[in-house]
């Protein structure tokens, strides 16, 4: 008897849940809850996403390593108009990449004095093999074009140091760090520039005989 009333109570409990589950879903409906389109509720919770299209796709992979260099480091030979400075020439260029030497006059190693003292020899010129400062004392001044003229020596830091200009641009000289090299005026050495001296006077060296 017992069994039976405990069975008709659990029955009855089980109806009234789900009656009353029934009604709030019915209310829920009525008022709109689950009424409204998929489309408006992902528009009111979503945000929406830029349109990307192939035009504008970046690419994720890097790009490839590409070394600058300055152009007038490259820049084509001098065309010359005498055989000193075509000799002057030839002796600078043959000499690039030799190793800083102090008191270097030869190709084992030359300073800046030494380098400018070979190359001029080399091309013709007679003059004593003298420091920076000498050099400045012995020749004329170069003014204007002169200043830019192949040949032509640039003194820097307080005439502790000398080249030999290229162009308006570049010169060469022995660096202490990299030898004999051709730099560019721009940033530190322009930064540095004393003053030009006119280049010695250059002669055509005597060629020499194969057969002596």
Not at 24 to 32: M, Y
Not at 151 to 174: P, S
Request: with cysteine; glycine share 8%.
């Amino acid at each position: 008897m017992k069994t039976d009333f405990r069975l008709l109570l659990c029955l009855f409990s089980f109806v009234v849940l789900c009656a009353t589950v029934s009604l709030n879903a019915e209310a829920q409906v009525s008022s709109g809850v689950f009424n409204r389109p998929a489309n408006e509720e992902s528009a009111t919770q979503l945000p929406q996403l830029p349109q990307t299209g192939f035009e504008n796709f970046t690419s994720l992979v890097f790009p490839a390593f590409r070394p600058t260099f300055n152009p007038t480091l490259l820049a084509p030979p001098l065309i010359f108009t005498d055989g000193g400075s075509s000799a002057l020439f030839q002796a600078i260029t043959k000499r690039l990449g030799v190793r800083y030497k102090f008191f270097g006059t030869d190709d084992r190693g030359y300073d800046c004095s030494g380098f400018v003292w070979r190359v001029f020899q080399d091309a013709g010129a007679n003059f004593d093999r003298v420091a920076a400062r000498v050099l400045w004392k012995e020749f004329p001044e170069a003014v204007g074009e002169d200043a830019n003229r192949f040949g032509t020596l640039v003194f820097f830091n307080g005439l502790k140091h000398v080249g030999i200009v290229r162009d308006a641009f570049t010169f060469y000289h022995a660096s202490r760090s990299q030898g004999v090299v051709l730099s560019t005026f721009a940033g530190y050495w322009g930064s540095r520039i004393t003053g030009y001296r006119r280049a010695p006077e250059l002669g055509i060296p005597d060629p020499v005989n194969p057969g002596e």
